[in-house]
């Protein structure tokens, strides 16, 4: 089915070097897919390394104290976070 080959495709797309590939910002690389590459980032790295885009929007400190109170009582982070080299 075409559903299938799209997906062998994507598949086969997925390359890394090796398991050691490593970006001194954003981690170990999981998959290079040639327009795009997944890296697992620790994010106080993240936090420390990358800077903020100069027009980044500006910061609502009350919104800021809730996510802090969420995050405490469930500390995960469930998502992506999407950086772009230039």
Known sequence: SLRQQASQRSFSAVSTDTQTDIH????RLLADLGYKKLYLASARTLVNSVPLWSRQRPCNEGRVD?????????????????????
Do not use: D, M, R, W
């Open 24 to 27: 001194p910002q954003f981690g």
């Open 66 to 86: 809730q996510i802090v109170s969420a995050k405490a009582a469930h500390p995960h982070f469930q998502g992506s976070l999407l950086c772009f080299e230039f």
